[in-house]
Structures are given as C-alpha cells and as structure tokens.
Nanobody, 121 residues
Framework: QVQLVESGGGSVQAGGSLRLSCAAS????????MGWFRQTPGKEREGVAS???????SYAYSVKGRFTISQDNAKNTLYLQMNSLKPEDTAMYYC???????????????WGQGTQVTVSS
C-alpha cells in the first residue's frame, strides 16, 4: 500500500530555511502527482505546492518565491525547500500523493503523518 513518511521539520528563526523530505513507497512513484500541505490547529488544511510526474509545479501565492518543491524519482523522495521562513509558516506539514489533476488545491487520497515546522520571530 502507499506509504508516505515526512521528515526534516524543526524549529527555526524567521528568515531561516528548512528542507522537508517525504519518502514514498508502495506504488510507482513517478506516475503520481505529489503535494505538500500544511495545517495549524483550528484551521483548514492548506495546499502549499504540487509537482507532477513531468516535473511541472504549482505553488500557493503565500509561498511562491520562497518555497521550492522537487523530487528525486530514483529515490522515490519528495522535497520542499523552504527559505525566508515567516512565523505564519508555522504548521504541521504533510506530503500527499494521488493520480489526480495535479495542482496544490487538488484532492489527494494518500497522506503522510506530518512533520512540525515552527518559525519564531
């Protein structure tokens, strides 16, 4: 079955950087759309970025120019490079996978357990 395991979260000061990873298994990685989402308590889950099997990407306006989504098909791993972090980026970050029309607002059926990112001012 599809398994997604995130890592790389942590605490950082505003202006700093983090790189999240998501190790995927149980399916043909390169054939799926992959996405990153985030959620804070009391708020709805928010799409952050997506990447399709052909490498095309989409980003939420709030992170465009600061975050970069990428993937290594040979390692079945998804990444999210986060630069110029702001306190409002604080959230639990989740990776997701599915065969879907690939954009950051799409419906994804498979989810990881999440990794916490905390940005202090």
């Amino acid at each position: 079955q599809v398994q997604l395991v995130e890592s790389g979260g942590g605490s950082v000061q505003a202006g700093g950087s983090l790189r999240l990873s998501c190790a995927a298994s149980g399916y043909t990685y390169s054939s799926y759309c992959m996405g990153w989402f985030r959620q804070t308590p009391g708020k709805e889950r928010e799409g952050v970025a997506s990447i399709d099997s052909d490498g095309s990407t989409s980003y939420a306006y709030s992170v465009k120019g600061r975050f970069t989504i990428s993937q290594d098909n040979a390692k079945n791993t998804l990444y999210l490079q986060m630069n110029s972090l702001k306190p409002e980026d604080t959230a639990m970050y989740y990776c997701a996978a599915d065969r879907t029309i690939c954009w950051y607002g799409a419906f994804f059926g498979y989810w990881g357990q999440g990794t916490q990112v905390t940005v202090s001012s």
